[in-house]
């Protein structure tokens, strides 16, 4: 069955407590759904204690880590829970796993990033490669349509990289890239493929077993839980890498490289973001499940669901966001603007007004209580490409599956009187 707004809205607190506000932010950063909330609640008021105590609130904590972990493969379809490691945020485990890949690489060999990233999956890289004198290719992008130039990456391949390190989706343009073939051409060459799908996860199934890739990352506050940050590694890699980590942390995965105290009650929201997502596969998912039980079952099954009956209620708002920027004077859209090729993209839209600087639009809507975001959302290499970076970059519009058409009008309704004073 279709998703049906007023039951997914009431699981999302702010959107009761807030009313009238539309969150066109979630690139950003999304709402946090009930039941994260709820988890990071229990957490706190009924087993807050430090791991691996002899006494029942610690008990009682790690098994609520434990099934965090075993949630989060749910959710990537990792072999393993050990394959998952929680951090602050993708950033920081980035910059730290980081350290502990690029200790294999010698002086004069070759990693590859591209213009589409967020800096997150771009400097960790290259901040390594100079610390062990190792060279960095950079990929392009196509600046009419924001999409990756296979082309390029393919000659980018040719040197042998140690390392590709290249995104699901971009925070930017919204251009999902087709990783599973990117993946696929990276292992021919011998390279190791890091994806950052910060910007996916919130938007459709992610199976890394069928993508094959080496790490994968993504952070749960773009899908409806707290500010955390989930690795996963497959594990024989991370069982041949050095762990940076203080004695006596433990020499298992993922303890290795889950350094120091980690943020408990943060790892059990996760927990809770995911059952949120379990219901709406339980609740709307089941028309798409046929493509999924040969392989899937319980939770895994349900997260499948959950995640493709999401993708195609955003179709539609996508297309709904495409059409009112489209129609007003004035607006530049970049990336993907062909409705024919929405599945190749999430429904994040970047644009710019003329005669208005991105932020005075960002506040120009935030006066009438919808927010947005404008500059270059850390895809510095983006907005340098595409010429707009001193320009104060381009404003972003995310929709995801709690927001209505009702509010894509309301945008159309407050930006055609910004085009009106231009």
Same mark, same amino acid.
């Given at each position: ?24 932010? %979630? ?18 008021t009924?087993? %807050? @204690? %430090? ?52 200790? @294999?690489w %010698? ?12 800096? @997150? ?27 990756? #130039?296979? +082309? ?21 343009l ?5 990783? #599973? ?32 890739? +080496? ?6 506050? #773009? ?7 989930? &690795?996963?590694?497959? +594990? ?25 105290? !980690? ?14 997502? !379990? ?21 895994? &099954? ?13 179709f ?5 966001v495409?059409?009112?920027l489209?129609e &007003? ?44 975001w ?28 709690y ?8 945008? #159309? ?10």
């Amino acid at each position: 069955m279709p998703l049906d707004l007023s039951m997914i809205r009431s699981q999302f607190p702010a959107l009761q407590q807030q009313a009238g506000v539309i969150f066109f932010d %979630n690139p950003g950063g999304t709402q946090i759904a009930r039941p994260s909330l709820d988890r990071i609640n229990a957490y706190l008021t009924q087993h %807050n @204690a %430090n791991h691996g105590g002899a006494f029942t609130s610690s008990q009682k904590s790690d098994a609520v880590l434990d099934e965090a972990h075993a949630a989060m493969a749910d959710l990537y379809n990792a072999a393993r829970p050990e394959e998952i490691i929680f951090g602050n945020n993708m950033t920081t485990l980035t910059l730290h796993i980081s350290r502990s890949i690029a200790r @294999a690489w %010698n002086p004069g060999d070759t990693i590859v990033v591209t213009r589409l990233d967020h800096d @997150a999956n771009v400097t960790p890289w290259i901040l390594a490669a100079q610390d062990r004198g190792v060279n960095v290719r950079w990929v392009d992008f196509d600046v009419e349509d924001g999409t990756l #130039k296979l +082309d390029d990456f393919a000659a980018a391949l040719e040197l042998h990289p140690r390392l590709v390190a290249v995104g699901y989706a971009s925070n930017a343009l919204g251009t999902i890239n087709p990783v #599973k073939k990117l993946i696929q051409m990276a292992h021919a060459a011998g390279a190791q493929v890091y994806i950052d799908a910060v910007q996916y996860a919130a938007h459709g199934p992610i199976d890394v077993q069928d993508l094959g890739c +080496d790490f994968l990352i993504s952070s749960a506050y #773009k899908f409806f839980g707290p500010h955390a940050g989930i &690795l996963y590694g497959r +594990d024989d890699l991370l069982e041949q890498l050095f762990a940076y980590k203080v004695r006596p942390a433990p020499n298992h995965l993922p303890g290795r490289f889950e350094t120091g105290t !980690q943020n408990h009650e943060g790892i059990a929201g996760v927990l809770g973001a995911i059952e949120y997502l !379990q219901w709406v596969g339980q609740t709307f998912g089941q028309d798409y499940g046929e493509k999924y039980r040969d392989r899937f079952s319980g939770r895994r &099954l349900d997260l499948k669901q959950a995640m493709s009956a999401i993708r195609a209620y955003e179709f539609e708002i996508s297309r709904a966001v495409l059409g009112v920027l489209e129609e &007003l004077p004035g607006v530049r859209i970049y990336g993907l603007t062909d409705a024919r090729r929405l599945e190749e993209r999430v429904p994040t839209f970047a644009f710019t007004l003329q005669g208005w600087r991105p932020r005075q639009v960002a506040e120009a809507l935030a006066q009438q209580n919808i927010c947005v975001w404008d500059g270059n959302y850390y895809a510095i290499n983006v907005t340098e490409r595409l010429g707009v970076e001193e320009q104060g970059g381009m404003v972003r519009v995310g929709p995801v599956h709690y927001n209505t058409l009702d509010e894509v009008a309301r945008l #159309k309704e407050v930006l055609g009187k910004l085009v009106e004073t231009a």
